[in-house]
């Protein structure tokens, strides 16, 4: 049974930093790309950063690139997202996904608040 726990959410003044991580359990992590995706109050689903199976590709969304890093260890099954120069627009409700895109598993997500 695929599992996906995020942790590490909370509220950062802007500037700040966060750091997200997601535990997967219940299928063969290392094998699959992961994706990060979020979602703003009345806002849809919006996807934030991928990376390959390794770990050597990554790609950010325009309104997050330069500021966040995806990562992953796949010794310990965990994919996560250190997020700097935290802005008020990147508060949402972040989740970590099964594979590429946005349609996969996801777990229940962390919420990111961003304010002073």
């Known amino acids: 049974q695929v599992q996906l726990v995020e942790s590490g959410g909370g509220l950062a003044q802007p500037g700040g930093s966060l750091r997200l991580s997601c535990a997967a359990s219940?299928?063969?992590?290392?094998?699959?790309?992961m994706t990060w995706a979020r979602q703003a109050p009345g806002k849809g689903l919006e996807w934030v950063s991928k990376?390959?199976?390794?770990?050597?590709?990554?790609y950010y969304a325009e309104s997050v690139k330069g500021r966040f890093t995806i990562s992953r260890d796949n010794t310990r099954n965990t994919l996560y997202l250190q997020m700097n120069s935290l802005k008020p627009e990147d508060t949402a409700l972040y989740y970590c996904?099964?594979?590429?895109?946005?349609?996969?598993?996801r777990g229940q997500g962390t919420q990111v608040t961003v304010s002073s």
């Open positions: 996904v099964k594979g590429a895109g946005t349609l996969g598993a």
């Open positions: 219940g299928f063969t992590f290392s094998s699959l790309p």
């Open positions: 990376i390959g199976s390794v770990g050597y590709d990554t």
